[in-house]
Nanobody
Framework: VQLQASGGGSVQPGGTLRLSCTASGFSLGDYAVAWFRQAPGEQREFVAGITWNWGTTVYLDSVKGRFIISRDKDKRMVYLQMNSLKAEDTAVYYC????????????????WGQGTLVTVSS
């Protein structure tokens, strides 16, 4: 079971980034895949999630209308398109999976990728 996140970087406020998460080593079947983030000194928080089979999505309120989560079944990848980035979006972003529905609880996810750093600063 392996998850690999990529696509982080430094952008100015209002900029865009697309994060990618590659899943390998297991069947995603009935899984949910989610993006979490952790800012310095803060707890890890749920950002967005998607169910692999149905494509159902859930978002953190503060990113609704700015971030879009999607998946490509053929490539076994999940993306997080981040638009209109704000300084408060600065964090290390992680992708994670769980067998079941989307939940915002960090402890419910048992497979985690390494983080990718997103810095939003002028």
């Amino acid at each position: 079971v392996q998850l690999q996140a990529s696509g982080g970087g430094s952008v100015q406020p209002g900029g865009t980034l697309r994060l990618s998460c590659t899943a390998s080593g297991f069947s995603l079947g009935d899984y949910a895949v989610a993006w979490f983030r952790q800012a310095p000194g803060e707890q890890r928080e749920f950002v967005a999630g998607i169910t692999w089979n149905w494509g159902t999505t859930v978002y953190l309120d503060s990113v609704k209308g700015r971030f879009i989560i999607s998946r490509d079944k053929d490539k076994r990848m999940v993306y997080l398109q981040m638009n209109s980035l704000k300084a408060e979006d600065t964090a290390v972003y992680y992708c994670a999976t769980r067998n079941g529905d989307i939940t915002t609880r960090t402890s419910a996810y048992n497979n985690w990728g390494q983080g990718t750093l997103v810095t939003v600063s002028s």
